[in-house]
């Protein structure tokens, strides 16, 4: 999959586009600026438009090409993200750091989908949040991006499971219309997730 993705993002073209996913930045303006960690960033359009609202920004990526395109994107902004190419399965977060995790159609197998969302909690201050965009099982009907697998897809009992120790500020699932570029484009079934970790939260 690591071929598939530097394949992917070769290209002079940005795949998913250079603005912000909607969702996303429709929640992270409501906030002040903290420390963020963005998961599977390929090339850096959520990252780069949190730096440029202030975020101290820690990306993760196995994706060299994308790291490169999402470094460029970076310098163009005149902003600065910290971004490490490694592989989610052995990458570990500092705890009780970030005041935000950003997911956004990040699409793994189930035990290490598991994996990476644990320590993504595990990651978050108390008062820290985690907003996700996914697709969900049902964009197999529509194949405007996203993963053909429907083991890799998203129902609202994975969400639900797999963050039940957060609490829920927005959650649900939804028919959207993309306009990300070549990668994501038309209507779409997605899960939108906010949580909000607090100081009872136990893990």
């Known amino acids: 999959m ?3 993705w530097d394949e992917r993002f070769s290209a002079d073209e940005y795949f998913y586009g250079t603005e912000p996913n909607t969702f996303f930045k429709e929640e992270i303006d409501k906030l002040a600026p903290g420390k963020a960690l963005f998961l599977g960033e390929g090339e850096g359009r959520n990252s780069v438009y949190a ?3 202030g975020w101290q920004v820690d990306a993760v990526d196995y994706s060299a090409e994308g790291r490169k395109k999402a470094l460029a994107l970076a310098e163009k902004n005149n902003v ?3 971004y490490t190419l490694e592989n989610l399965e052995n990458f570990s977060p500092r705890e009780n750091y970030y005041d935000l995790v950003v997911i956004v159609f990040l ?3 189930e035990e290490l989908r598991k994996k990476v969302h644990g320590k993504a909690i595990g990651s978050l201050k108390a008062g820290g949040r985690i907003i996700m965009e996914v697709f969900d099982k049902d964009q197999l009907k529509y194949g405007t991006g996203g993963p053909r697998n429907i083991d890799l897809l998203y129902s609202l009992e994975d969400v639900y499971t797999d963050f039940q120790d957060l609490d829920i500020e927005k959650f649900g699932k939804y028919i959207v219309e993309l306009e ?3 990668g994501h484009k038309g209507k779409a079934s ?3 997730y906010v949580g909000v970790k607090t100081a009872t939260t136990e893990l």
Do not use: G, Q
Request: hydrophobic letters at 45%; glycine letters at 0%; zero cysteines.
């Open 107 to 109: 699409h793994l197998p």
């Open 51 to 53: 730096a440029k609202l």
């Open 2 to 4: 690591k071929n598939f």
């Open 190 to 192: 997605v899960i939108r």
């Open 80 to 82: 600065e993200i910290n």
């Open 180 to 182: 990300e570029s070549a």
